[in-house]
């Protein structure tokens, strides 16, 4: 399909959502369409794609059972075919990563990592690696360890987690099929490390913290897997006092602008990239379209920006311009019941 892409939404099924959704975009129309159940599995609300593209995990949960669903993409079209699920007891996890024959999940509710080996044939393994964390920090949220975010680092050599409720991010190495601590940066008390993304570079990563409303600009030491503090800067206006809690941070593949979510806000933040040091410049907000962007995403062409919104169960289309990194909202928006996640082919 020329110069048309193929989108993916994970969802909560609390309400009147059915599962995973597929989507297109016409990128030469600058248009959203052709919205349609994908897969039916209960609350996949983080889907992760294969490197080679052929096959699409997702966050799954039955009843008092959570863990991760395998499906296969069958097609250009992205129909899914479901392979298998691993579930275990308990709520769900959160978040979650594939790279080559392994998954690695975070679970918010237990303060976990699990990780799963995957099949040639893209089915999951049974758990092979469970990690607990401990501690809490000063804020109301942050009674228990809140695992919010666990994927491999660009290199490949270790997987960077992120815990809401201790305010650490922990980097573990994955040593005969189990999880090995490597190193732990504590960062502010009460600012609630959420997600985490890479410079292209790979010596740069951005940290949003959902609690504080700030990113953290930090230093990325590939031998050690180690990270160190380089620049706190906040994704809110100075005069808003409402309560807002970040969401979901994407850097542009050319390295020179990063985009945060901001739930409450209800906008995109922009930030401009120093090319020399990394540091962070805000840029501006966009209103997101909607209420309370969970997620958003570049297209592949990275024209364009798609911001999920999960309380008003929309997809909003913006341009993004390629030199600015500003974002300007287009007329075409669709409905995704309550939508958290979105990636695309």
Known sequence: MANKFIGYAGTYTRESSEGIYRFV???????????????????????????????????????????????????????LRFLNEQLTDGAPPCHLDVQDQTIVTGNYHKGTIDLFKVQEQGSVEPVSSVVQHEGTGPHDRQEKPHVHYTAYTPDGKFIAVADLGTDEVVTYKVENDQLVKVNTLTVKAGSGPRHLTFHPNGKIAYLLNELSSEVLVLNYDSVQGSFTEKQYISALPEDFSITNDASAIHISSDGRFVYTGNRGHNSIAVFSVDQDNGELTFVEHTPSGGEWPRDFVLDPSEKYLIASNQHTGNLVLFARDQETGKLTKLGSEVEVPEVVCVKFL
Do not use: H, M
């Open 25 to 79: 975009l016409d990128a030469d129309a600058g248009k959203l369409e052709s919205v349609e159940v994908a897969a039916k599995v209960g609350s996949p609300t983080y889907l992760a794609i294969s490197d080679d593209q052929r096959f699409l995990y997702s966050v799954d949960q039955q009843d008092q059972l959570g863990g991760v669903a395998a499906f296969e993409i069958k097609n250009e079209s992205g129909e």
